[in-house]
């Protein structure tokens, strides 16, 4: 499968951003998907998870109550809607997809990876 990943850009600090992934390929569905960020001089970190069918959902502490992880399975595409963004959440994002059911923190444990967009927030 490839992922294009859309969205990002450039919001002040309290503002939103609402990140796109569109997936080719069949069988979209029965991919867990997820999104990574990676700040400068910083380690890749899982943000969010979703399970194939929006029954299983994963946050990091630090975003969670402000990001919201969605997909529709109809389109190929899952989502990352962020509100409330802090000057940390600055990074690249990545979307991630991953076989089968099962989640996991690490980027080895995803197959597929997008080509990661932008955020940045301003203070």
């Known amino acids: 499968v490839q992922l294009q990943a859309c969205g990002g850009g450039l919001v002040q600090a309290g503002g939103f951003l609402r990140l796109s992934c569109a997936a080719s390929?069949?069988?979209?569905?029965?991919?867990?998907m997820g999104w990574f960020r990676q700040a400068p001089g910083k380690e890749r970190e899982l943000v969010a998870h979703?399970?194939?069918?929006?029954?299983?959902?994963y946050y990091q502490d630090s975003v969670k109550g402000r990001f919201t992880i969605s997909r529709d399975n109809a389109q190929n595409t899952v989502y990352l809607q962020m509100n409330t963004l802090k000057p940390e959440d600055t990074a690249v994002y990545y979307c991630?997809?991953?076989?089968?059911?099962?989640?996991?923190?690490?980027?080895?444990?995803?197959?597929?990876w997008g080509q990661g967009t932008q955020v940045t927030v301003s203070s």
């Open positions: 979703i399970s194939w069918n929006g029954g299983s959902i």
């Open positions: 390929g069949r069988s979209f569905s029965s991919y867990s």
């Open positions: 991630v997809a991953r076989r089968g059911s099962g989640w996991g923190l690490r980027p080895y444990e995803y197959d597929f």
